[in-house]
């Protein structure tokens, strides 16, 4: 079984990945929406809650843990790997590895929560591969409640994606990494800002081909359902409407939140 | 010993007006930013993180608490009151009283989180008083994030006011209750979109007049210090470099933050 947990309902977008790309594996997800949001928090208080977190999956079956949260990933994966046993995958690499890949240019734009941005791992990622890259980044740490709030196409949303893509405006950047698992919802926005010719990385997508790949390589990770059909499990710390809203949006489809 | 909570730093409104309307008075401050923001949760979950704020100020000697909080306030007051022996002060009341008391027309607008206007507290407590008055309620989810952003002086945040405030337009409302105690700092902004007919209720001031005037009454309810001089102690469950921004901006001094 997979263990994915996010700070909240962000991390469904590499769920939904996960499920369409890995049909014949079961998926246990944790949405921590009682403590939500992560990324305006310290990094002691984000290490804990993932720690929590992480021990909640494995509790349900979980043999290898995905943090499908950009900011648990930058602050909380060598705690996690300290702690536990299993394969701790996390969403900055496959996302790093990706932008590293698809860049002529060597410039590199990273947008994410004030947490992750601070936390320059995305830099220190890209810049181990190719030191000769350029790395710029900017924290957009309202656009988590915008997404959360469904303005996903309103006029201060782009008013504010605007202010907030303004300094990357002049670096000539070529790629533009999605650093926090909220922002594919906002796709049509930022690409629509930054011009077509920016690639748009999706640090959910590029997880799930991650896990996809690692999988193929090493099957014994995770057990197959060798019968029956895959179980998917969303459990959330909270349950309100608007949660319910994006997970439904997310996954196109209706979809039972368990409250733990 | 005053005790004070919050989900975060909006409280501290409460706790400036009360340090200055009660200066000879100790407070103790519990604000929640390891799990703030409340007013997007349930209210199962806000009633829980109420009742472990009180036992904490309890523990640190508080001898009445005060909600700091229009969320909790609308949410937990009574399982708090059930729960605890000490007077347990809420900032509904107050403002609803003040509302009640300005209001010329008999038409009064509320704006808060989600929760406090789904929980139709405001509402109650005004027509319990004045059935024949009307209230206007309206959520404005997003102001919390941009007061914590420090945007209070912002293109956007104009924008989105001017959104949240519009359905009010047409209601010929008289005054507006600020019923979230982050809102003060937006009320140069909220002023100039209602216009100055509209006479704002500040709840954290409120609250503070409603405090004194109990302690003048019911003396015995709080030991004041009789010599030596008051203390105040700002607890947080989390550091955060904007919330020692706001708390600088709110107290209009250096304040220090004491990580729980």
């Given at each position: 079984m997979i263990g994915i947990f996010d700070s909240?309902?962000?991390g469904m977008t590499v769920a939904r990945a996960v499920e369409q790309l890995l049909p014949d594996y079961s998926i246990v997800y944790f949405g921590d929406i009682a403590r939500t949001?992560?990324?305006?928090?310290s990094a002691a208080t984000i290490t804990d809650y993932s720690l929590r977190n992480t021990e909640f999956l494995l509790q349900k079956g979980a043999e290898i843990i995905i943090i499908a949260c950009n900011t648990a990933s930058s602050v909380a994966t060598e705690a996690l790997r300290r702690e536990f046993q299993v394969p701790i995958i996390e969403v900055i690499t496959p996302a790093a590895h990706k932008a590293v890949a698809t860049s002529k240019t060597g410039r590199i734009g990273v947008i994410g929560t004030r947490a992750t941005i601070r936390s320059g791992v995305y830099e220190q990622t890209i810049c181990s591969q190719r030191p000769d890259f350029h790395v710029f980044s900017e924290a957009c740490p309202l656009l988590v409640p915008l997404v959360e709030e469904g303005w996903t196409n309103k006029q201060e949303t782009k008013m504010i994606l605007r202010r907030y893509l303004h300094p990357l405006k002049?670096?000539?950047?070529d790629t533009l990494v999605l650093g926090c698992t909220h922002y594919p919802l906002l796709t049509k926005l930022i690409q629509t800002r930054v011009g077509k010719r920016v690639t748009l990385i999706d640090s959910s997508v590029e997880t799930a081909h991650y896990v996809r790949d690692l999988l193929t390589e090493q099957p014994h990770l995770v057990a197959k359902k060798d019968h029956g059909i895959a179980t998917h499990h969303y459990y959330v710390s909270d349950l309100t409407d608007s949660a319910q809203t994006v997970a439904r949006k997310i996954f196109a489809r209706p979809l039972e939140l368990i409250l733990t």
């Open positions: 909240g309902i962000g949001p992560y990324g305006s928090k002049d670096k000539q950047i």
